[in-house]
């Protein structure tokens, strides 16, 4: 009798993949930088043997919005885990996230001629500069596109759908810019800085923007702010705008690439640049508060040297503002490496004697006392009982600060030996609270020059100690190499793998280089043998997910002590870097895309034998990756 049985090998949780979904910048509302849902990539595996770039995405131009992650998605008739992109060049992709050998996109979109770009940003186009949003449920990617026409440059609000790329929401729409001065309303804004990741929310499409130039004359104290509300299913319907200093200079809002947050209440939170602030209508060097739609301001802080940070440049507005979840406080920071510490309800006003933050401290190097292109990347791993801050400019090391208590212990719980010219800000991945599972992850460069194109590397940490570097990609260059650095772009970490934007005009994608050995989380939940002729036999197995998270396909069957004499002659491959190598292996081709707890899949196994005896143990990989 032909038989066989299920060889539990590694009973590890953390193999699971499940679908994580990044539908905007920074993972969540809250804008934390945390993927906290990663039970696949942790310290054990992060290595240079055991992980490393397992292919490249290729689009037309510069990346400097953040990659987003869409699972389990239907088109064209088959089930995908999509990547969208947008570019530079103002062209929207979606991808294939996972398969190696889908390298063409499953769909691209141009929107428009992009503006020249230049020394800072581009650095050939400026066209789509800001994170877009993708509202899941009604399949709608939002972007904001720049858009040279003749000789000048729009802002273009786009919806796009999902499945296809095409337009809906009676868009694009040309975003108008209104002043109460002679200026009267831009539509042509050269240089504008569409930066802050978008935000959707309660059907209300938020974009923030920096750098409207209504005085051609005066270039460097004349960009002007603005955050405007739409109507996210009718994009004619402009609901709001807040200019955030109409009687005074400045206050762009552009966050270092940071979304615009949100809270439960439908509240919405972002930090302004330097300018001019009085408390009544002008609100530079500020975090402000609004109420939903009517973008009414709430409450706001500002920091009792903001007329110093104004004129020297020092932008509250480089770092945005991160929600502390499941409490009622929120920390900002800019330039000045300063994290403010805010509660949501009584943020402070004015700093001074009867008002101000609930903790201030020095995270980062900073400006000091002068302009600079510090930005203050930050990513909160909020735990349990209680979180950690991670802080990392340029120029700087990367900290780590303990959150307990709801206050921050201001002298940092460790700091990395790295020290680079520049870095993108970090991310942080982790199995929920478990702290043996998290990693921080961000690309460097050694140049400090904030303009052109320069090599990158791809940088992972234990996050418990961040001293404890445990992956670069410079270490097995010629496999592994990032390509060329983008700035302001923290790595986007979902199922197991990481997706890294490049100016070099590619998505670096790295991963596990051998499959996920699931065998731990799945049973046999029955099987039946039917002999054949010629000592043929066929075994159909079915697979069951006995664990609390889906797994990912595809999935295979490696045969291992398969009785000597004994053959499976419908094997698709062999293993190589799953010990023991040279097991002959066989792909579940009627598997779903994400197999649910409780769920099943067959695997139909082909043997000539030379008797019924034939016995084998049988090992289950997921994803992608080696065998």
């Given amino acids: 009798m032909l038989s066989c049985w299920l060889a539990i090998i590694f009973a590890v949780p953390a193999w699971v993949s499940t679908q994580v979904t990044v539908p905007m910048s920074q993972y969540d509302y809250e804008r934390t930088g945390a993927s906290l849902q990663e039970w696949i990539l942790n310290p054990s595996n992060v290595d240079p043997t055991h992980f490393g770039k397992l292919f490249s995405r290729v689009v037309d131009d510069s990346i400097y919005a953040l990659p987003l992650i869409v699972p389990n998605l239907n088109i064209a008739g088959q089930q995908r885990n999509v990547m969208f992109v947008a570019t530079m060049g103002n062209t929207v992709y979606a991808f294939d996230a996972d398969d190696p050998a889908q390298s063409e996109p499953l769909w691209a979109r141009n929107l428009g001629t992009p503006a020249p770009g230049d020394s800072w940003i581009g650095p050939t186009h400026h066209g789509i500069l800001g994170t877009p949003f993708i509202d899941v449920p009604s399949g709608t990617l939002y972007v904001v596109t720049l858009v040279q026409k003749d000789s000048e440059s729009n802002l273009w609000v786009n919806a796009l759908d999902i499945f296809t790329g095409n337009l809906k929401y009676n868009s694009p729409q040309l975003m108008s810019f209104p002043f109460a001065g002679p200026e009267g309303t831009l539509t042509n804004v050269k240089g504008a800085l569409q930066r802050a ?224 010219g520049q870095t993108g800000g970090p991310s942080v991945s982790a199995n929920g609270s478990d702290v043996t599972s998290g990693i921080v992850w961000a690309a460097t460069t050694e140049s400090p020059k904030s303009g052109g194109q320069v090599p990158g590397t791809l940088r992972a940490f234990r996050a418990s100690d961040v001293s404890q570097e445990i992956y670069n990609s410079d270490i097995n260059s010629a496999r592994d190499a990032l390509g060329d650095f983008t700035k302001f772009a923290p790595p986007v970490v979902a199922n197991g793998k990481v997706y890294v934007p490049t100016q070099g005009k590619v998505v670096s994608v790295y991963g596990l280089l051998c499959g996920n050995d699931v065998s731990s989380l799945v049973s046999v939940d029955s099987r039946s043998r039917k002999p054949g002729p010629n000592n043929t036999f066929t075994e159909s197995m079915t697979f069951k997910n006995t664990s609390s998270h889906a797994i990912g396909a595809p999935f295979d069957i490696a045969v291992d002590n398969l009785t000597p004499g004994a053959t499976l002659t419908n094997a698709t491959g062999a293993t190589s870097c799953a010990l023991p190598a040279g097991s002959p292996l066989v792909r579940a081709t009627g598997a779903p895309l994400w197999l649910a707890p409780g769920a099943t899949f067959t695997a139909t196994l082909t043997f000539t034998a030379p008797s019924n005896t034939t016995r084998f143990n049988a090992r289950v990989f997921s994803g992608f990756a080696g065998r």
């Avoid at 300063?338 to 509660?343: G, H, N, Q, R, S």
């Avoid at 008002?355 to 006392?369: D, E, H, S, T, V």
């Fill in 197 to 420: 990741g978008l935000l959707m929310v309660n059907d209300v499409l938020y974009i923030a923007v920096a750098n409207v130039v209504p005085d051609p004359q005066d270039q460097h104290w004349s960009q002007e702010g603005f955050v405007q509300a739409f109507n996210a299913r009718d994009l004619t319907q402009r609901l709001a705008v807040f200019q955030t200093t109409p009687g005074g200079r400045k206050g762009g809002i552009w966050q270092g690439g940071r979304g615009i947050a949100a809270d439960g209440l439908g509240n919405i939170y972002l930090s302004t640049a330097g300018g001019y602030y009085d408390g009544i209508t002008n609100f530079g060097s500020s975090t402000l508060k609004f109420a939903g739609p009517g973008l009414k301001l709430a409450d706001w802080f500002t920091p009792h040297n903001h007329e110093y940070l104004f004129l020297q440049n020092i932008d509250m507005s480089a770092g945005g503002v991160t929600l502390i979840p499941d409490s009622p406080l929120m920390f900002s920071g800019g330039k000045e490496g300063v994290i403010f510490l805010l509660d949501r309800d009584a943020m402070g006003k004015l700093e001074g004697a009867e008002g101000g933050p609930l903790q201030r401290f020095q995270a980062g190097i900073g400006c000091g006392q002068k302009d600079c292109a510090q930005t203050l990347g930050t990513a909160f791993w909020r735990r349990q009982n209680d979180g950690v801050l991670y802080v990392w400019d340029r120029r700087d090391v990367l900290r780590a600060y303990n959150f307990v208590n709801n206050r921050f212990v201001t002298t940092a719980a460790a700091v990395s030996a790295a020290q680079p």
